[in-house]
């Protein structure tokens, strides 16, 4: 990976507040663990490491910043460290959609 900041480039959308405990919590725990997410190509993918901070930008959003130097947007995350993201419902949309038609 080249680029640090290897979260989605589209625009920030508002998260509940309890993503935000849950990333709250898992600083104070200072625990390394995998988190799922979606790209900036709208892929997803993943990273092992421990979030030290949460990093607000303004115009830009709320990012986990992971001791490896990597920042990934809070409303992208799918799973952190194995509980529910931001982005889960996005991601079982996928799994929910009928993946044999053809759309014609």
């Given amino acids: ?44 993918d993943e990273v092992l490491g421990r979030v030290i901070k949460l990093e607000e930008k303004k115009a830009e959003g709320v990012f986990l910043l992971l001791d490896t130097g990597i920042t990934i947007r809070l409303d992208r995350v799918i799973t952190l460290f194995g509980k529910v993201g931001a982005a889960y419902d996005e991601y079982d949309a996928y799994g929910n959609s009928c993946m044999d038609c053809t759309g014609g």
Avoid: C, H, T
Wanted: cysteine-free.
């Fill in 1 to 44: 990976m080249n680029n640090k900041n290897i979260s989605s480039n589209d625009s920030y959308l508002p998260v509940a507040w309890e993503y935000r405990e849950i990333a709250e919590e898992e600083i104070k725990k200072a625990r390394r663990g995998k988190i799922f997410f979606f790209n900036r190509d709208n892929q997803v």
